[in-house]
């Protein structure tokens, strides 16, 4: 499984440790901050791992900021991106369960063992091909054709 993983410099150390935990499991690409740098701007790289994503050269993407916010929002602006911010093992089971969520947004200022499971639970879970669920994405795709 491929993963790409970004985050600005709040989430920068955390990063570097989650690539270190996953890639004994998966395939990771850091697409940055390479550097803790205090000037950075987090949509640079929640943009660039969810530009990778809806380009099909990655399956999943996780992106990092202080709350998880600001790249969720960022993330949902590239087209064929559902990103979701979450915060606890649920939320990243119901992400991909109910809404086959592409990408994750996550607060970095949480425990790396919680992001570390947090990731994990995301990665593990299947979409459930559910007919209202898949109605439901098909007309947040169809948002994206207007």
Known sequence: ???????????????QKLIDLLKEKYDITDFGND???QED????????VSEAVAKG??????TMCG?????????????????AKVDNIEDAKLSKKDNNSNVIALNSS???AELKDII???LTT???????YQRRIDKISSYEEK
Do not use: Q, T
């Not at 701007?41 to 660039?48: G, S």
């Not at 709350?67 to 990103?83: D, P």
């Open 126 to 132: 299947d979409y459930e091909l559910v007919p209202r």
């Open 41 to 48: 701007d987090y949509p640079d790289y929640a943009i660039k």
């Open 67 to 83: 709350s998880g916010i600001g790249v969720s929002i960022a993330a949902n602006k590239v087209k064929g991106i559902r990103c």
């Open 1 to 15: 499984m491929k993963i790409g993983i970004s985050s600005d410099h709040r989430g920068y150390e955390k990063k």
């Open 120 to 122: 994990e639970a995301y």
């Open 110 to 112: 949480k425990p790396i």
């Open 57 to 62: 050269e990655l399956d999943y993407g996780i």
């Open 35 to 37: 550097v803790f740098d």
